[in-house]
Nanobody
Framework: QVQLVESGGGLVQAGGSLKLSCAAS????????MGWFRQAPGKEREFVAA????????GYAGSVKGRFTISRDNAKNMVFLQMNMLKPEDTAVYYC???????????????????WGQGTQVTVSS
């Protein structure tokens, strides 16, 4: 089992940057594929980015590709989301998620993830 705690959200102007962090508990963090999702008011939770357990493979939603970068530090049990060129439509609660993985791949649907953090609010003003 793993517990996840996100941090780094806040208020930023359009065009600005934020870096989200997700701290994971447990000694088997490197066995989990990790993902970031977001949920805006009145909308479904949607995929943002994902990374394999080694960090060697990553995937992004089309709406953030080229602007966001996911990374991880297995030695520190951390996963990150660097967000650049932020837009008002990026405003949402951002969630970190973990999936125990045997294959070395990453996952982009919310149904694949077993563990979730509490979320961190990102607000982008125009």
């Amino acid at each position: 089992q793993v517990q996840l705690v996100e941090s780094g959200g806040g208020l930023v102007q359009a065009g600005g940057s934020l870096k989200l962090s997700c701290a994971a508990s447990g000694r088997t963090f490197s066995s989990y594929a990790m993902g970031w999702f977001r949920q805006a008011p009145g909308k479904e939770r949607e995929f943002v980015a994902a990374i394999s357990r080694s960090g060697g493979s990553t995937g992004y939603a089309g709406s953030v590709k080229g602007r966001f970068t996911i990374s991880r530090d297995n030695a520190k049990n951390m996963v990150f989301l660097q967000m650049n060129m932020l837009k008002p439509e990026d405003t949402a609660v951002y969630y970190c998620a973990a999936n125990w993985d045997y294959s070395g791949t990453y996952y982009y649907t919310k149904y694949d993830y077993d563990y979730w953090g509490q979320g961190t609010q990102v607000t982008v003003s125009s």
